[in-house]
């Protein structure tokens, strides 16, 4: 009887023989250049959670310096509530790059895309109102385009098979 190792635990007993570390050292095959779904909600959470932990940290860390270059003047109580909204945007990255092993898609981490989908759609539709209204710069249609890109990659991740693509279910093996 062999004991398998995966994911740094100890795994019951199983009859497979484990599995050998030259494959590891060999190329990939060309079926691992293609996106499966997995890797796609994968890259979706990793670039938000970059994006997020960014706007996180300047509003964290130096927001009286963003509102300046934004155009607005940096009351007291101004920026207090941009580093509110720097610790929701750190607090909300931290979540997305802690699930990004996740499975995602129907059932599977419906309430992470879900508040992903809501916060992107919502900041999306803000700043492309702003953008449609007049001239509020290059800055800010970067952005909405940006969150708006992000919006559709989480409404596209929330209603599908999060196995279609080649996904492993939770509880069964390679």
């Not at 060309?30 to 932990?53: Q, R």
């Not at 800055?139 to 992000?150: D, K």
């Amino acid at each position: 009887m062999t004991y398998v190792v995966s994911q740094h635990r100890l795994c019951r007993p199983t009859t497979q023989p484990a599995k050998s570390y030259t494959s590891y050292f060999h190329p990939a095959p060309a079926s691992f250049l293609t996106l499966t779904d997995d890797h796609m909600s994968k890259a979706l959470l990793i670039s938000s959670a970059a994006i997020l932990a960014a706007l996180g940290f300047m509003g964290t860390f130096m927001p009286a310096e963003v509102l300046i270059v934004a155009g607005v003047d940096p009351l007291p109580q101004t920026v207090i509530m941009f580093q509110i909204m720097g610790g929701l945007y750190l607090g909300f990255a931290l979540l997305n790059w802690m699930s990004r092993t996740s499975p995602m898609g129907g059932i599977y981490g419906k309430p992470l895309a879900t508040s992903n989908l809501v916060h992107f759609m919502v900041v999306a539709l803000m700043l492309l109102k702003e953008v449609f209204q007049g001239d509020p710069g290059n800055g800010f249609l970067i952005l909405s385009v940006l969150y708006a890109v992000f919006a559709i990659g989480f409404a596209t991740t929330l209603f599908r098979d999060p196995f279609s693509g080649g996904g492993t279910k939770p509880g069964t093996s390679d």
